[in-house]
């Protein structure tokens, strides 16, 4: 029987990483119980200063995760906060297949923070490398 994955990405807004990509990918980012988690604050399981208010909610400040909503059990993908910058190029990325709105999906990603590093093109395979608003790679095939 095979595992479970999480794809675990570092961040250092993961809030604001999870929520960027919860609408490029047509996600959801996964709901925070802002009361049960000041319930472990008020009973000293927790402390006040590992949580923060995201959009009106109060979250845990270590990281947020999004999900497919139309494909239960599929893999989550968890944005952790560290403390360092991205420094490097990814070793492993996101290819998003669109198929032929390539284009178009490419502008609106631009429009909501990515960049454009290069188009490519190897025989029948086309794809526009990216880079999301913290500076991680991914394509757009």
């Known amino acids: 029987m095979g595992y479970e994955i999480q794809v675990t990405i570092d961040s250092e807004r993961p809030h604001e990483q999870a929520k960027w990509w919860a609408s490029a990918l047509g996600w959801q980012v ?11 604050v008020d009973a000293g399981h ?4 590992d949580t923060l208010v995201f959009d009106g909610t109060l979250v845990w400040k270590v990281g947020a995760a999004i999900v497919d909503p ?7 993908v968890l944005f952790q906060l560290v403390p360092e910058t991205k420094s490097v190029k990814n070793r492993l990325h996101f290819d998003i297949r669109v198929g032929e ?19 490519g093109q190897v025989g ?14 991914f394509c757009v095939s």
Do not use: C, Y
């Open 70 to 76: 139309d494909k239960a059990g599929s893999p989550r």
């Open 46 to 49: 927790a402390r006040a200063e």
């Open 124 to 137: 029948p395979s086309t794809w526009i490398t990216m880079t999301d608003p913290e500076g991680n790679e």
């Open 101 to 119: 709105d390539r284009e178009a999906v490419a502008a609106t990603l631009v429009d909501a923070g990515a960049a454009v590093l290069h188009r």
């Open 30 to 40: 996964e709901p925070s119980d802002g009361d049960f988690i000041q319930s472990l």
